[in-house]
């Protein structure tokens, strides 16, 4: 009886140990994102070259479940859920789903038949 006790023990501590790292999953996208590169129906082209009046497209994540969204220099404040692969963003009256691929995160908006991708790495 006694060694069933400590192996049920070491059992119990192992998977309270495990379920204590899941909450670091959001490690890999904490921190500042700008805008790179940017997809008009098919066509990538480098960020910096579209012509945008120096308005900001940035993400900022933070470790609590909040975020900074600046798309078109429009600040906003909100919250965030990352999936692995998706990152859904709620703030204001809007929900946006981000794709998250090696590193990347990309951001489409389709508009009169039109797609548009922004993609996005962390700079810190």
Same mark, same amino acid.
């Given at each position: 009886?006694?060694?069933?006790?400590?192996?049920?023990?070491?059992?119990?501590?192992?998977?309270?140990?495990?379920?204590?790292?899941?909450?670091?999953?959001?490690?890999?996208?904490?921190?500042?994102?700008?805008? &790179?590169?940017?997809?008009?129906?098919?066509? &990538?082209?480098?960020?910096?070259?579209?012509? &945008?009046?120096?308005?900001?497209?940035?993400?900022?994540?933070?470790?609590?479940?909040?975020?900074?969204?600046?798309?078109?220099?429009?600040?906003?404040?909100?919250?965030?859920?990352?999936?692995? &692969?998706?990152?859904?963003?709620?703030?204001?009256?809007?929900?946006?789903?981000?794709?998250?691929?090696?590193?990347?995160?990309?951001?489409?908006?389709?508009?009169?038949?039109?797609?548009?991708?922004?993609?996005?790495?962390?700079?810190?």
């Amino acid at each position: 009886m006694r060694r069933f006790l400590s192996v049920l023990w070491i059992c119990l501590t192992l998977l309270a140990f495990m379920a204590g790292c899941g909450s670091e999953k959001n490690t890999k996208l904490i921190g500042r994102w700008e805008a &790179t590169k940017v997809n008009l129906n098919g066509e &990538t082209i480098n960020f910096s070259d579209l012509d &945008t009046n120096n308005k900001e497209f940035s993400f900022e994540f933070r470790e609590d479940g909040s975020c900074r969204t600046v798309l078109g220099g429009v600040e906003n404040d909100g919250t965030y859920t990352f999936n692995e &692969t998706t990152v859904d963003i709620v703030y204001g009256n809007k929900t946006e789903k981000l794709h998250y691929d090696r590193g990347v995160l990309t951001l489409t908006f389709r508009y009169n038949h039109e797609t548009t991708a922004y993609m996005f790495v962390r700079v810190d």
